[in-house]
C-alpha cells in the first residue's frame, strides 16, 4: 500500500538511536549518573530496562538525587491498579510540564501514550528499542529527539532467551549499519533476518 517506505520513514522521524554501548558495560554509578543528567539536561526523561532487578536499583539510585515525587518505577512488581495510578501522574506531570524521571521495564512499551524528551534504553532486540523511541518525542515537539542504547555491566537475562538473543543480533545490526541510522528500514529487516535465522528451529512451533 506504501510506495515508498522510505521516504514515509524518514518523513515521520522523529527520534535519531544513539549507541552508547560499551566493552564491559556500563557501572551502576554510570548509569544513575548518565540518567540524572539527562533528567537535568532534558527536564523529563525515562529509562526502559530489561528486569524488574534492575527498575529498582536504579530507582533507588535515582531518588536519592531528584526532588520528592519527580521519580517513579514501573514493573509487574506493581499490581495493576498501582501501575495505573503511577501511569497517570507520569502523563499529568509531562503535560503540565513538570520534572518526571520515569524508571520501566519493558511494560510501558506498547500502548502507552506518554512523550519524553529523553529516553534510555538497556540493550535488547531492535524491535524494542523501537518500541522504546516510540515513547520519546511523540508528538513532535522538539524535531529530533535522542534515544541512548547503553549496555549495564552486570545483568541477570539467563532466564530471558528472546532478550539475550535480541541483545546479540543488535550488536551486530550496531556494528554494521553504515549509515548510522538504526531505525531505517533496511536496518530493521537486517535485525530480524539475523533474529529469525537464529530461532529459525522455534518457527515450526516444535513441542
Excluded at 96 to 125: H, M, W, Y
Amino acid at each position: 500500500m506504501v510506495a515508498d517506505t522510505t521516504q514515509l520513514f524518514n518523513d515521520l522521524k522523529r527520534v535519531g538511536i544513539i549507541d552508547r554501548t560499551k566493552p564491559g558495560g556500563w557501572s551502576e554509578n554510570e548509569l544513575a549518573s548518565f540518567t540524572l543528567s539527562q533528567f537535568v539536561q532534558k527536564g523529563n526523561c525515562l529509562v526502559v530496562v530489561n528486569t524488574k532487578d534492575w527498575a529498582r536499583k536504579l530507582y533507588d539510585r535515582c531518588k536519592e538525587n531528584t526532588g520528592e515525587g519527580n521519580v517513579c518505577h514501573l514493573s509487574t512488581n506493581l499490581c495493576p491498579a498501582h501501575r495505573k495510578g503511577i501511569l497517570a501522574e507520569v502523563t499529568n506531570r509531562l503535560e503540565n510540564e513538570k520534572p518526571v524521571l520515569c524508571i520501566s521495564t519493558q511494560l510501558i512499551e506498547a500502548g502507552v501514550d506518554v512523550d519524553f524528551n529523553s529516553v534510555i534504553r538497556f540493550l535488547a532486540g531492535l524491535d524494542s528499542i523501537a518500541q522504546a523511541a516510540g515513547r520519546c518525542n511523540r508528538n513532535g515537539n522538539l524535531g529530533t529527539a535522542d534515544v541512548f542504547v547503553v549496555n549495564p555491566a552486570e545483568e541477570n537475562i539467563t532466564m530471558l532467551k528472546d532478550i539475550k538473543i535480541g541483545q546479540e543480533k543488535t550488536m551486530r545490526v550496531l556494528s554494521e549499519v553504515e549509515h548510522r541510522d538504526f531505525l531505517s528500514p533496511s536496518a530493521i529487516e537486517r535485525y530480524f533476518s539475523y533474529y529469525f535465522h537464529e530461532r529459525a528451529e522455534l518457527m515450526q512451533y516444535p513441542l
